[in-house]
Each structure stands twice: as structure tokens, then as C-alpha cells.
């Protein structure tokens, strides 16, 4: 991560003094750590939540999460309300009220609703490669935005980063069953799911371009309004017979103060700073994460020799998206109207 990283910061805040070694040093520290919080979310899910209500798990982690985020933001206000430049320092907060619900039902409600339905109907393992495949709409989707081409090193690597991804999906896999009515009606519903959190992915990162503020009050609204449909589902579910034990509520607590919040500051920061292409290939660092995690706590085999191909091969693709390069030219396409197109 270097220069390819570095993007315009001509959104209506001033462009912070950072030499480039300690940028790099920090965005690849905030880039670690958001894929080690992102397995950690995996892991609690699969072995401390294993058998709770879908629906209580994404409604008690996004509700607690929001109880913080509206914490930070009070606390930002009642800071910002005594220092009378603060606006002046950090830019306004970049989103407005419309534009938070409509991201948050495309990467919140929406994204959620079916990839939850999809993993019902046919199974983890055909949305999971589906869902795999988000580098390649996201890079296609910000190429429309920019009404641009992608380069061929960019577009190379995205595609070797996927492939790998999918393989290592595959190889620990006993590969994909017989096709049928279920299987097409996941599938569909997959791909509207990898489509809605691509959206969100780069429609987040075009409204926050250079946004150097706060991040909690910009994102506390989406999670918010995001929370409405999934405490609906939650309450369903319980009056179903599900069960909301207090170990649960605890172990949903620590998530979502411990884990959730962190990570989606720093992905929301990152989306900000870097851009929608480079965090959805991160990404792809995740599943293989896992299942090293599993197998060194003895939860789970360690990954096969295939599987270590497959995530030398992710890994090679996304160096090649964001490995060292010389800068890029400026595209006199680029400007900061196009930051918020």
C-alpha cells in the first residue's frame, strides 16, 4: 500500500500534512486491523453464537453497536460545541439524512435480508462464492462512476484476487451440489446481495471522499436506521420460540462494543480515505484468516496444501492491485464534483 492508497482529498476538508512513509505505515496498520477484527466477528459468531436466531444475532450486534456509535457522536458534539473551528478544520459531516437511510437499507437491511435468505435456501457454500466475487463488481462500478476504464494491473489483480478467493471457498469444500430451483434462486439471491453491499461500498466511499471529521456521526445514522427492520425480524423470531439467554446478550454486548464498533470505523475510514476498491479486496483476507484461527484453537483443521495455494494466489492479485507502482497521472475526469457523483 502506497501510492495506489493515496487519493484527492477535495471534499470540503483540508488535506492533512503526512509524510509518506508514516501514511503508508498507518493505512497499513488500519488495513490489519481491520481484517483481524473481521475474523475475530467470524469466529465469536461461529463458536460462542452457534444456534441463536440468525435474525437476534444481526439485530443485538448492530443494536449495541449503535448504542456506542451514538455515544461517540454525543461526546463529539458536546467536544465540537467548544471549539468553534472545528467545522472549519474537519468539513462538514459529508451525508445527508436521505442519503444515510438509502445506504443503510442497500449495505445494511437489504444486504443482510439476503444473504441471510440465500444461505437458507441453497447452503453456505454457492453465496459465499458469489459474495467472493465483490472486488470485481465494486472495481466495475467505480470504473462506471468514473466513466473510465480500469488498468490492466488493476483489473488483472482484482481478477487473480477472486479466483484465489473462490478457490480457497472450493478447496475446503466438498464442492458444489447438483443444481436445481433452490440452487438459481440463491444464486439470484447472492448476487442482489454482493450487488446492494457493492453500491453501498462505493457510494460510501464517493459521498466521504477526503472526509477527514469524525467518523462515528457520519455512520451512526445508516446503523440506525438499519436497526429498525432487523429488530423487527429479532422480535419475529422470538415470538417464534427463539431464544435470547443472557450469555447471549452478554457475548452480543462484547461484539458489538468490542468488535463491531472498532471495525466499522476503521472500514468506514478506510472507504474514506482509500477508496472502495482496495477495502473490498481486504476483504478477501478473511475467510482464510479464519480458518487458520479455528485450527489454532483446535476448533477446526488447519487449511490444506490447495487452500495454501489459493491464498498465495489472493494474496499475489491483491499485491498487484496495490503493490508499489510509480503515481498515476492525474485524470482531468477527477475532480471534486465527481467525488460525490
Known amino acids: ?96 439524512h436521505w442519503q444515510a437511510a438509502a445506504l443503510s437499507i442497500a449495505g445494511v437491511s437489504g444486504y443482510t435480508a439476503l444473504s441471510t435468505v440465500a444461505v437458507q435456501v441453497s447452503g453456505t457454500l454457492l453465496p459465499a462464492l458469489i459474495v467472493s466475487t465483490g472486488p470485481l463488481w465494486v472495481l466495475v462500478l467505480v470504473s462506471l462512476r468514473r466513466r473510465s476504464a480500469p488498468g490492466r494491473a488493476k483489473a488483472l489483480g482484482t481478477l487473480v484476487a477472486v479466483v484465489g478467493g473462490a478457490f480457497f471457498l472450493l478447496a475446503g469444500s466438498q464442492g458444489v451440489h447438483e443444481v436445481g430451483a433452490s440452487s438459481v434462486l440463491g444464486t439470484l439471491l447472492a448476487v442482489g446481495a454482493v450487488l446492494l453491499m457493492s453500491v453501498y461500498t462505493v457510494a460510501f466511499a464517493a459521498l466521504t471522499r477526503g472526509y477527514q471529521g469524525p467518523m462515528a456521526p457520519v455512520i451512526t445514522p445508516i446503523y440506525a436506521w438499519g436497526l429498525a427492520p432487523l429488530a423487527v425480524w429479532a422480535f419475529t423470531d422470538l415470538l417464534r420460540g427463539a431464544r435470547l439467554t443472557p450469555t447471549t446478550l452478554a457475548v452480543l454486548a462484547a461484539l458489538g462494543l468490542l468488535v463491531y464498533l472498532p471495525v466499522y470505523l476503521i472500514q468506514h475510514r478506510l472507504l474514506a480515505e482509500i477508496g472502495a476498491h482496495p477495502v473490498s479486496l481486504l476483504g478477501l483476507a478473511v475467510s482464510p484468516l479464519v480458518a487458520v484461527e479455528t485450527a489454532g484453537l483446535g476448533l477446526g483443521l488447519w487449511p490444506s496444501s490447495l487452500q495454501w495455494l489459493a491464498i498465495a494466489i489472493t494474496l499475489a492479485g491483491t499485491a498487484i492491485v496495490i503493490g508499489p507502482r510509480r503515481r498515476p497521472k492525474e485524470s482531468p475526469s477527477e475532480s471534486p464534483k465527481d467525488a460525490t457523483a
Open 1 to 96: 500500500m502506497n501510492t495506489t492508497l493515496a487519493q484527492d482529498t477535495s471534499h470540503g476538508a483540508r488535506r492533512p500534512r503526512r509524510l509518506p512513509g508514516a501514511a503508508t505505515a498507518r493505512l497499513c496498520l488500519l488495513a490489519t486491523t481491520l481484517v483481524v477484527l473481521q475474523s475475530l466477528t467470524w469466529l465469536a459468531v461461529r463458536v460462542a453464537l452457534d444456534g441463536t436466531s440468525t435474525a437476534i444475532v444481526s439485530a443485538g450486534r448492530v443494536g449495541f453497536t449503535v448504542v456506542a456509535l451514538g455515544l461517540l457522536t454525543v461526546n463529539h458534539r458536546r467536544t465540537e460545541s467548544h471549539a468553534h473551528d472545528s467545522q472549519q478544520h474537519t468539513g462538514a459531516r459529508p451525508l445527508r
